[in-house]
């Protein structure tokens, strides 16, 4: 019996459909708890070629929602660990590993040779340059986040508005499972709709989750969901870019007092300052910092008063 056989009798699947999971690229960014369920669905639907980005390893704290893994993994680089998961359970499909960080610089690439794009990092510089990326290939995009008790996941661009079209404006604060918890089963119910958003589309069923987003609050065990398909995209947005990508053109300023420059040419000024000396001339402001909140936060606070272009980096996402 076809390991897919239990699939391929629902008539939204069928033989045809499972040929396209099989044909289908798909990209995930992050190999942490929102993948540990999602990379293993995935995996076990046939899709052909799962190409898994991580830079980080696998550390005991994160044992409890990061359930791909096991305590004699610690240590290990997380794409591998969970790339050797995923052939474990299906060893028919191409799966590659890739032990690195997704950058503005490596992103276009990545993004270029896949069918579609799930974003398990669950850090919104990344779920932002990925935005950016995806609403210029027309590559649809699976996004979520999970922090405490509740969480989201929606479907974005390949026709659909972007992140930035329902989500403008800068996060309030820069909380992470790290600072301010989370529960397992949270991250899991959100990864798992992951997996089930990024079949629909790839089988074409509808009505499509792009242009769907979905919340789900764990204490209530309540969710809701809404369509933004006539969301519209910013004005003006403020791109995240690569320190390797600024040129001696640029106006580079470094915002964090406490920590190495992103970039040579960087100056080390509060943007209080900056505010009092905004110079004339059109050019590019970069604007750096750890995660890039602070930089977009200053963006924002400026953007009226700024001639040019106005681009963030994030040490985070460098």
């Given at each position: 019996m076809s390991r897919y056989a239990r699939q391929i009798i629902?008539?939204?699947?069928?033989?045809?459909?499972?040929?396209?999971?099989?044909?289908?690229?798909?990209?995930?960014?992050?190999?942490?708890?929102?993948?540990a369920p999602c990379l293993p669905l995935l995996a076990g639907a046939g899709i052909g070629h799962l190409t898994i980005v991580d830079g980080d390893t696998v550390a005991l704290s994160n044992l409890h929602r990061q359930t791909l893994f096991t305590e004699a993994d610690c240590g290990l680089p997380k794409a591998q660990a969970a790339a050797s998961r995923c052939r474990a359970i299906n060893s028919v499909i191409t799966i590659e590993a890739l032990d690195c960080k997704l950058t503005p610089a490596n992103a276009p690439d990545l993004v270029t040779h896949s069918d579609l794009v799930v974003d398990c990092a669950d850090n919104y510089a990344v779920s932002y340059l990925l935005s950016d990326i995806c609403i210029s290939q027309d590559t649809p995009l699976i996004s979520a986040s999970a922090l405490g008790l509740g969480g989201y996941v929606g479907g974005f661009c390949?026709?659909?508005?972007?992140?930035?079209?329902v989500f403008p404006d800068a996060p309030g604060n820069d909380a992470s499972c790290e600072t301010a918890g989370v529960l397992g089963p949270v991250v899991g119910i959100i990864g798992a709709m992951q997996a089930q958003m990024a079949l629909n589309i790839l089988l074409g069923l509808t009505p499509s989750p792009l242009g769907q987003l979905v919340q789900f609050d764990a204490q209530s065990l309540r969710s809701a969901s809404f369509r933004f398909d006539k969301a519209t995209e910013p004005d003006r947005p403020f791109r995240f870019v690569?320190?390797?990508?600024?040129?001696?053109?640029?106006?580079i300023i470094e915002l964090r007092q406490d920590a190495p420059v992103l970039h040579p040419l960087a100056r080390r000024i509060s943007?209080?300052?900056?505010?009092?000396?905004?110079?004339?001339?059109?050019?590019?402001?970069?604007?750096?910092?750890?995660?890039?909140?602070?930089?977009?936060r200053?963006?924002?606070?400026?953007?009226?008063k700024w001639p040019g272009e106005i681009v963030l980096v994030?040490?985070?996402a460098s």
């Amino acid at each position: 019996m076809s390991r897919y056989a239990r699939q391929i009798i629902l008539p939204e699947v069928g033989a045809d459909r499972q040929t396209r999971l099989a044909q289908a690229r798909v990209l995930v960014i992050g190999a942490g708890g929102l993948a540990a369920p999602c990379l293993p669905l995935l995996a076990g639907a046939g899709i052909g070629h799962l190409t898994i980005v991580d830079g980080d390893t696998v550390a005991l704290s994160n044992l409890h929602r990061q359930t791909l893994f096991t305590e004699a993994d610690c240590g290990l680089p997380k794409a591998q660990a969970a790339a050797s998961r995923c052939r474990a359970i299906n060893s028919v499909i191409t799966i590659e590993a890739l032990d690195c960080k997704l950058t503005p610089a490596n992103a276009p690439d990545l993004v270029t040779h896949s069918d579609l794009v799930v974003d398990c990092a669950d850090n919104y510089a990344v779920s932002y340059l990925l935005s950016d990326i995806c609403i210029s290939q027309d590559t649809p995009l699976i996004s979520a986040s999970a922090l405490g008790l509740g969480g989201y996941v929606g479907g974005f661009c390949g026709g659909a508005p972007s992140l930035r079209a329902v989500f403008p404006d800068a996060p309030g604060n820069d909380a992470s499972c790290e600072t301010a918890g989370v529960l397992g089963p949270v991250v899991g119910i959100i990864g798992a709709m992951q997996a089930q958003m990024a079949l629909n589309i790839l089988l074409g069923l509808t009505p499509s989750p792009l242009g769907q987003l979905v919340q789900f609050d764990a204490q209530s065990l309540r969710s809701a969901s809404f369509r933004f398909d006539k969301a519209t995209e910013p004005d003006r947005p403020f791109r995240f870019v690569a320190a390797s990508e600024l040129t001696d053109t640029d106006l580079i300023i470094e915002l964090r007092q406490d920590a190495p420059v992103l970039h040579p040419l960087a100056r080390r000024i509060s943007l209080e300052q900056l505010a009092q000396n905004l110079p004339t001339l059109d050019t590019r402001l970069a604007l750096c910092c750890a995660t890039g909140l602070r930089a977009w936060r200053a963006a924002e606070e400026i953007t009226q008063k700024w001639p040019g272009e106005i681009v963030l980096v994030a040490a985070s996402a460098s």
